[in-house]
């Protein structure tokens, strides 16, 4: 299976402010990697697809790049409903696999 | 609107079974693969099954193979999860998702119903 590795595993924030997260995957992935944001309680929700595609809904502010075996999702402005757990998950080969998740908690 | 809305989660004994089962509206259901994905309590997200739109495609995690058994039930918009000889390991909230695709495509999910609580215990 693909390994795929988040830094860091929490972050602190503030709002206004400019987060980056980044995951590595194990072997080369292309372009296959989506993110996922997950608030307390609630689903995740699908926020980045083929690496650097926007979910239809989801606000600019948000977006994804790399390819091969490492990616980052940037926040460029962290808004109050931003604080949540972000994952990243492999979509090249079988099995599907997440990264472990990136806490954004409020500084 | 698209909805997905999971059902049949509880408390169930180790080597138990229990089926789970998630109605979907607000798209065309056979022309999308689903999955199901846990998550366990406090931890990440972990992918288990899948089946594609037709039905004839399953799929599974390693650690659920011979004992979940993915199915579909088209012109009712369901599908479901049967789970049998359950271990504490397999305690997790279970979410339905929809591949983001269509029929064969199911490892982006778009959709995600609630989450039903699976609690394996004696």
């Known amino acids: 299976d693909i390994q795929m590795t988040q830094s860091p595993s929490s972050v602190s924030a503030s709002v206004g402010d400019r987060v980056t997260i980044t995951c590595r995957a194990s072997?080369?992935?292309?372009?296959?990697l989506a993110w996922y944001q997950q608030t307390p309680g609630k689903a995740p929700k699908l926020l980045i697809y083929?690496?650097?595609n926007l979910q239809t809904g989801v606000p600019s502010r948000f977006s994804g790049s790399g390819s091969g075996t490492d990616f980052t999702l940037t926040i460029s402005s962290l808004q109050p409903e931003d604080f949540a757990t972000y994952y990243c998950?492999?979509?090249?080969?079988?099995?599907?696999?997440f990264g472990q998740g990136t806490k954004v908690e409020i500084k | 609107e698209v909805q997905l809305l999971e059902s049949g989660g509880g408390l169930v004994q180790p080597g138990g079974s229990l089926r789970l089962s998630c109605t979907a509206s607000?798209?065309?259901?056979?022309?999308?693969?689903m999955s199901w994905v846990r998550q366990s309590p406090g931890q990440g997200l972990q992918w288990v099954s899948a089946?594609?739109?037709?039905?004839?495609?399953?799929h599974y995690a390693d650690s659920v193979k011979g004992r979940f058994t993915i199915s579909r039930d088209n012109p009712k918009n369901m599908v479901y999860l049967d789970m049998t000889s359950l271990r504490a390991e397999d305690t997790a909230v279970y979410y339905c998702?929809?591949?983001?695709?269509?029929?064969?495509?199911?490892?982006?999910?778009?959709?995600w119903g609630q989450g039903t609580t699976v609690t394996v215990s004696s």
């Open positions: 998702a929809k591949g983001r695709y269509g029929s064969n495509y199911y490892y982006v999910t778009d959709v």
């Open positions: 607000g798209f065309t259901f056979s022309s999308h693969a």
């Open positions: 089946i594609t739109g037709s039905g004839y495609g399953t």
């Open positions: 072997q080369g992935i292309s372009i296959w």
């Open positions: 083929s690496a650097s």
């Open positions: 998950q492999q979509a090249d080969s079988f099995p599907p696999t």
